[in-house]
């Protein structure tokens, strides 16, 4: 969804050539960067991924019949409405208007409803069983409220540019750990009876010149074959997979040839190699031609008509788009509305401007807790010296400092809080206030917002303890000999439509070592929509704790002091690598930024980013991928490999049809990996388990499975991972399929990437 805040208008321009180059039989003539091959025509959904799609296709095909052309175009296209995006209906036939909403962590812009944590931070959980939950409390939220059509989970951006501004929206730098975010909360969000859409598809990796405008097209990100299909598709395969019936396409260029209007993309690999029955939304003015974004596979175009409306009732009558094409955009729509149930009965929208009078419609129910508990296990706890976590009953009187401890001082004066940094100071890198999620469509709108410096009274009063406070001055005095602790609470601020320019700010920084200059006892909490680097101040002898904190949502400050006072022992894990020094992240570090004509980014580093580079390049992080410290501690035993006897053919059997996410033999299990998992400290804790896998011609290592485990004092349990076929390939380029190689394949579990504790080979 495109946030209208800062951007320099679209201007419509109509480029109707598709980069086409020829099929290519040979690896030396693989499409590099720049070629985007022609996919022609668009694949006709016909609902063989299950009977229950099947009887979804024959009633859309039964209705799609009665319709006029005027009514069929009516349905591809966006009209006004209460909603962030409304499809036309057909009132003749009671098809009603479908009703589009953001955010994926909360229905922005509404009252009475909740503000969930932000991908990026439900991802640090690694946890499945509260993805799940998210997607079905966010789910149930869309649903009261009347929403078909929820616009996330996000998989796009993946996290390639380490500022890139919109990676708080997403699951993080794996596309393993992401897939395991989109199949749980495509399938949340979806049990309730909406329909999810999984965004952006594909290769928006950063929001420099994301669209066209004064300065030429938008940027190109160039991507060869394989990196396409192992790094920025893999995550979508997960949703499709779970079923996900909507994919909504991205604003920029891939391989030059917009995203919305890319064959190859659209029609070759979503429609065909992963055989997606749901229909393909534009984002929003994504939509650059008319008869080219038809015939490559688009389905909807939003918020207007765009393109389409009664150009493309013409350009069927004159035979440009077939009326074919015409059919299968409006069946797919239709389908996917009669597969999640919504056409036996679904509220109306109750979606309202914040100046509208209205009746109160509270779909918050009890995800407050729910909120609560991903916020806390979302924590990462990164350094803990001298036991200075968890407080204990000794910790009579704590100080307070920083920007981040309380709410922000006028938050509900604009209703876009949080959507564009009105209140952002310090030059945009923080928000003057509490940090709760990120800014532009990606952001929430809350009911309330539990500050750190509230739960921390709430705590203190309760105990009848001692706090003082000095949340704006950068060099807080006095220092008070008796306290026990002090907490400074910092952010790291991220938007829609610009990337971040620092990973790291001078006044949050010194903030943090003048606290420390006087304070031997200083924890530092960082609320951040993505990566900070901490080495200003990591090693000083008096930082004896730090938290990542994420962007935790509504109770923000109850997660913190649950884990802060040991009522949670942190579990959450980083999504993505902290370097020492940003100049570690090399290219990957800014988006590109060209004034070019015709942009582009070329993403030579293919599958190296974050981790996989880091590994590759022999960086030693400050805090790698996967890192993340207990109040308690672990111990790893007992690996065990075992092949599962499903075909270890290098192909699939060609003669298997595609269903919707891929061939169906790419989810066999293929190999078990287990491990027995020991709670040997004295805290009741869940450990992330984590396993990784050197395939051969690929990176050191790569997620390919975890499993968050809570385990009492003393107890052991046994942890499966299961390995499909699909975790273990390559993408051929040149067979175009997914190939098993036959080799010895390395697997290491363990804490993190690099806190590796059990290491094992298995032969194929
Ligand atoms: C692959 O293509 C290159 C360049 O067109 C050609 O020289 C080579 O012989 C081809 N290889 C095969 C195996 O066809
Ligand atoms: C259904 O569509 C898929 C994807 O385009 C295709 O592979 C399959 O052959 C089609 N099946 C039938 C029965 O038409
Ligand atoms: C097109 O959609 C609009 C808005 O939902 C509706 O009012 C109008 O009647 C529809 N037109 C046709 C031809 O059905
Ligand atoms: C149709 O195309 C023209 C230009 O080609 C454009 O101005 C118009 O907005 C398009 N859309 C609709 C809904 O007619
Ligand atoms: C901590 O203090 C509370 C009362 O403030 C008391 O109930 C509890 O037992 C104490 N815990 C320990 C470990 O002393
Ligand atoms: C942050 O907000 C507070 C009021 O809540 C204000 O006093 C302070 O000056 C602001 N800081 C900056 C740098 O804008
Ligand atoms: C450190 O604390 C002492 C005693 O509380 C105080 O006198 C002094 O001003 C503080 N220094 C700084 C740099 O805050
Ligand atoms: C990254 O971008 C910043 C501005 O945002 C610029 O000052 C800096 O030179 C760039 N660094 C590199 C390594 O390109
Ligand atoms: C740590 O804090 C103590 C007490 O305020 C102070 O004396 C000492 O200089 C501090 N250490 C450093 C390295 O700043
Ligand atoms: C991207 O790669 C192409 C093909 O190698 C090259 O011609 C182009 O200059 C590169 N663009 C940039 C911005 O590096
Ligand atoms: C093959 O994989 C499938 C899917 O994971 C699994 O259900 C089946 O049990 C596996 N076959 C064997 C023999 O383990
Ligand atoms: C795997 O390793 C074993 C032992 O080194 C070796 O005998 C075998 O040939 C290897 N298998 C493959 C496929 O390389």
């Not at 009475?112 to 789910?139: E, K, N, Q």
Request: charged share 15%; glycine share 10%.
């Amino acid at each position: 969804m495109k946030y209208a805040g800062t951007l320099v208008a679209a201007t419509a321009i109509s480029l109707i050539s598709v980069c086409a180059a020829e099929g290519y039989t040979n690896e030396s003539e693989v499409p590099y960067y720049g070629r985007s091959p022609a996919v022609y025509p668009s694949p006709v959904g016909n609902g063989t991924t299950s009977p229950t799609w099947e009887e979804a296709y024959r009633r859309a095909h039964s209705v799609v019949a009665q319709m006029t052309i005027e009514e069929k175009a009516n349905v591809t296209r966006g009209v006004e409405g209460p909603c962030v995006g409304n499809s036309g209906a057909v009132p003749r036939l009671s098809i009603p208007s479908l009703c589009f909403a953001d955010a994926p962590n909360g229905l922005r812009g509404q009252e009475f409803v909740s503000g969930f944590p932000a991908g990026i931070h439900v991802a640090a959980t690694w946890d499945r069983a509260l993805m799940y939950r998210y997607g079905h409390a966010l789910g149930s939220e869309y649903d009261g409220r009347g929403v078909n059509v929820a616009l996330g989970p996000v998989a796009g951006p993946l996290g390639r540019v380490a500022r890139g501004g919109r990676n708080w929206e997403g699951l993080g730098a794996d596309p393993y750990l992401a897939g395991g975010g989109m199949v749980e909360i495509t399938r949340g969000i979806q049990d309730t009876g909406v329909i999810a859409s999984a965004k952006h598809w594909l290769l928006n990796e950063e929001e420099w010149r994301r669209n066209p405008g004064s300065m030429g097209e938008s940027l190109s990100s160039n991507v060869d074959d394989r990196t396409l299909h192992e790094l920025y598709a893999f995550p979508f395969m997960d949703s499709l997979r779970a079923g996900v019936g909507s994919i909504m396409c991205s604003y920029q260029r891939a391989n030059h040839s917009y995203a919305c209007q890319n064959s190859k993309l659209l029609n070759g690999i979503l429609k065909t190699e992963l055989g997606f029955e749901g229909f393909v939304v534009s984002d929003w003015d994504a939509q650059h031609t008319g008869v080219a974004s038809a015939n490559a596979g688009l389905d909807i175009v939003m918020p207007d008509g765009g393109f389409w409306g009664a150009n493309l009732t013409m350009a069927v009558q004159n035979g440009s788009v077939g009326t074919e094409r015409l059919d299968d955009m409006v069946t797919r729509i239709l389908a996917t509305w009669y597969v999640t149930g919504q056409y036996e009965k679904y509220p109306s929208p109750a979606i309202y401007s914040a100046s509208e009078l209205h009746a109160v419609v509270d779909v918050q129910a009890d995800h407050a807790d729910l909120i609560r508990e991903i916020g806390s296990a979302g924590t990462v706890l990164v350094k803990n010296v001298n036991g200075a976590l968890p407080f204990t009953n000794a910790t009579r009187f704590v100080s307070v400092y920083g920007y981040d401890a309380p709410v922000s001082a006028s938050p509900w004066t604009n209703p876009s809080r949080y959507m564009g940094g009105y209140e952002v100071n310090f030059g945009w890198e923080t928000y003057n206030g509490t940090l709760i999620t990120g800014g532009g469509s990606g952001g929430s709108t809350p009911p309330y917002v539990v500050s750190p410096f509230q739960a921390l009274q709430e705590r203190v009063s309760r105990q009848r303890r001692t706090l003082r406070w000095d949340f704006f001055s950068e060099a807080p005095t006095p220092a008070y000999v008796n306290n026990d602790a002090c907490v400074v609470l910092i952010n790291a601020y991220a938007s829609e439509a610009f990337d971040r320019t620092s990973l790291t700010d001078r006044f949050s920084d010194n903030l943090v070592n003048n606290v420390a200059k006087n304070c031997t006892n200083t924890i530092v909490v960082l609320h951040s929509a993505g990566i900070r680097t901490v080495d200003a101040w990591i090693d000083h002898p008096n930082v004896t704790a730090v938290l990542f904190a994420g962007l935790p949502g509504q109770e923000s400050g109850h997660s913190l002091v649950d884990v802060l006072y040991g009522d949670v022992s942190p579990s959450g894990r980083l999504p993505y690598t902290v370097a020492k020094n940003e100049s570690d992240y090399g290219s990957l570090l800014n988006s590109t930024v060209s004034f070019d004509a015709f942009p582009e980014v070329n993403f030579t580093e293919g599958l190296y980013i974050d981790y996989r580079a880091f590994d590759r390049q022999r960086i030693e992080p400050r805090f790698e991928f996967g890192f993340g410290l207990s109040y308690t501690t672990f111990q790893y035993s007992d690996l065990r490999i075992e092949a599962t006897g499903n075909s270890t053919s290098p192909f699939v059997n060609p003669n298997v049809a595609i269903v919707q996410g891929g061939h169906p033999e790419l989810w066999d299990t293929l190999i078990h990996v287990t491990c027995s998992i020991t709670n040997t400290g004295h805290r009741s804790a869940p450990e992330v388990a984590q396993l990784y896998v050197h395939i051969p011609s690929g990176p050191v290592r790569q997620l390919r499975g975890f499993e968050r485990v809570p385990l009492e004092p003393g107890e052991t349990k046994q942890v499966l991972f299961p390995l499909t076929r699909r975790d273990l390939s390559v993408w051929d380029v040149v067979a175009q399929q997914w190939r098993l190689q036959t080799a010895n394949y390395t697997v290491s579990v363990g804490a993190s990437s690099r806190d590796l504790k059990l290491h094992g080979v298995f032969e194929i």
